[in-house]
């Protein structure tokens, strides 16, 4: 099986010079049919062309399109996934020692180092592996989900596992939502046009 690579091959010299020929066919035949009279288009038997206004529409639309996603689209989506001025991500690299932020109720902060901080992304994690949230989902058989002996509660008084420790046990006893499946047609139209008495 051939590896996948950019290099040239004969087959896309040969798509390549076509795209070339075609596209040059193309813009010379736009050209003519933007400055040709509409009377000598029709005196040649070309009736069916779009009218005039498209040759300038046209461009004109492709071009505020593109300036208005280099000036407004693509610089806005740039902002949103930028972390805030405040966000001390902006003022630390990767080899910054990174403290965590959870407050205890009591108000004391964790301070704990943490581990990669800048992990998976840009975005600097704000809290230890103690206090980071340890839900994670599993793929196996059934589709069950795997939830981690771990209280991540802002309030420690509200914490369900430490009112109830079985908690956890019960939430895997819980039924989880079956799978998406295709419903039998015939059994849908039996139940939605059955005779009402």
């Known amino acids: 099986m051939p590896e996948h690579t950019p290099a040239p091959t004969p087959s896309r010299a040969i798509y390549g010079f076509f795209l070339y020929l075609l596209f040059q066919t193309l813009f010379i035949l736009y050209v003519l049919w933007a400055y040709i009279p509409t009377d000598l288009l029709e005196y040649l038997g070309l009736s069916y062309l779009p009218d005039k206004y498209f040759a300038l529409f046209v461009p004109i639309l492709v071009l505020v399109a593109i300036t208005l996603f280099a000036f407004l689209f693509y610089p806005a ?10 966000d001390p991500s902006t003022v630390t690299d990767r080899f910054a020692i990174v403290r965590c932020r959870y407050q205890f109720p009591d108000r004391t902060v964790c301070g704990q180092k943490i581990d990669r901080p800048y992990e998976h992304s840009w975005a600097m994690k704000a809290f230890c592996s ?20 771990y209280c991540d509660c802002p309030d420690e008084e509200q914490c369900l596992l430490r009112k109830d420790p079985s908690h956890l046990a019960k939430l895997r006893a819980k039924p989880m939502v079956p799978a998406v499946a295709d419903l039998n047609l015939a059994e849908v139209s039996r139940i939605l046009h059955r005779k009402k008495i």
Not at 77 to 86: G, N, T, Y
């Open 77 to 86: 989506l740039s902002l949103a996934m930028m972390p805030d001025r405040d």
């Open 130 to 149: 103690k206090h980071s949230i340890r839900v994670t989902t599993a793929s196996d058989l059934r589709g069950s989900v795997r939830i981690s002996n």
